[in-house]
């Protein structure tokens, strides 16, 4: 028992010290440890509960792997997309560990990249300390925030404090690398392809399967070019006065929807703020851009001309039709590339999950295009949002593919 005690006060000794040392900012002596005591660390100070703040958004966000404060809200619906968090331990190998795990991702800006053959022992989430340094440059400014050359290898992703987000945000596959047999194997799994966050190239307008002698694609108004901090200034949206919405909207949450006091609430303050969007601007959903200078056209081959977003949730519906659970376009069991997903419904309840389960052989060279194209659009999870024009254009290429678009115009 007794070195039981000596162990505990010898570690105890040596953290004081260590802390005494080096302290909280960088700095040697005494001076940093008061610093510890007095800021970061502190209890009713502007810092310390800022601190606090974000770590309470932080802890609600997809960053995060462990039970939420906060109950998922039809949000997760909407986005079609399921609340999961970065499982460091399951993802701390085979080059997952870059974007998935702490220490993955400061090898990753240290040497450029993550040993696909190492293995991260006893791997931490992505937290605080993976996007900020405030014990090695005494502040909360951002790790990097150099532009990013995107996995095609010459785009480059230059959109301000966004560009650290954009390191693990986009693509892990190119799609001339991807669609390279003329009948696409099941086995190509989830992890395979894009990925599950190809927001960045989304945004760009590129790594998309391109129709016939199509040249002009989308770049967004949400990229660099109009927004200077991209990524950031929508999702990490901070506040200034009393805002009625919740840990998961903006700030360290990084969603714009979200359940408040048991309804749906959009962040839309920077929307209108900016000068992008008229201030009757209120919400994510497909009839916002109703007089918002977009010309309702029939995309999606219904005869109805309506606004965009409309027409690209009703491309969406006809691609789950077509490559959803039960559909007769594939030949074996009778079901479509997706069957099951993680919560093990079918991709026509309206939900979405992280894993993607093929129940057929193989697919012909004309639907692994537009499958590319489809599943690109549905791991973005905006809805066509982040980039409403690419979107629109690359769901009418996937049915005018597999010849679904009924006579109706392509969009420009």
Sequence with gaps: MKNKYLISFFLLTLLISFSTLYGCKGESGENAASNCATTCHAENTEIGNQLLAASAGYENSGHYNGPRTLVPSDVTTYHLYIFHGSNANYANGGGCQQCHTHQGFMEYL???????????????????????????????????????TLVDGTTVYDGGDGNLCANCH??????????????????????????????????????HWVYGSNTSYGESDHSGDTIADTCSTCH???????????????????????????????????????????????????????????????YDGDTTAENILQEIKGM???????????????????????????????????EWGLNW?????????????????????????SMGIHNPTFAAQILWDALENLGLTNGATRPQ
């Design 110 to 148: 240290e040497e450029g990249s993550a040993d696909d053959l190492s293995v991260v022992p006893a791997a931490s989430q992505v937290s605080c300390y993976t996007c900020h340094s405030p014990h090695e440059e005494g502040n909360f400014e951002l790790t990097t925030i150099s532009p990013v």
């Design 170 to 207: 986009q693509s892990t596959s190119t799609v001339t690398s991807y669609l390279t047999v003329s009948s696409w194997p099941a086995e190509k799994a989830s992890y395979q392809g894009m990925h599950h966050g190809p927001q960045a190239d989304f945004i760009m307008g590129v790594n």
């Design 236 to 298: 990490h949206y901070m506040a200034d006065d009393r805002l009625s919405g919740s840990l998961q909207l903006g700030g360290h949450g990084f969603y714009l929807k979200a359940d408040v006091h048991g309804s749906n609430k959009d962040l839309t303050v920077t929307c209108t703020a900016t000068g992008c969007h008229d201030s009757d601007f209120t919400g994510y959903n497909p009839t916002f851009l109703t007089g918002d200078g977009h010309t309702a056209l029939d």
């Design 316 to 350: 969406r519906d006809t691609l789950i039709s077509y490559f959803g659970n039960g559909a007769a376009n594939f030949g074996g069991d009778g079901n479509g590339p997706i069957v099951d997903i993680t919560d093990g419904t079918d991709m026509t309840s309206g």
């Design 357 to 381: 389960e093929f129940a057929t052989a193989t697919m012909t060279e004309a639907q692994a295009q537009s499958f590319w194209n489809f599943r690109y659009f549905m791991e973005d999870k």
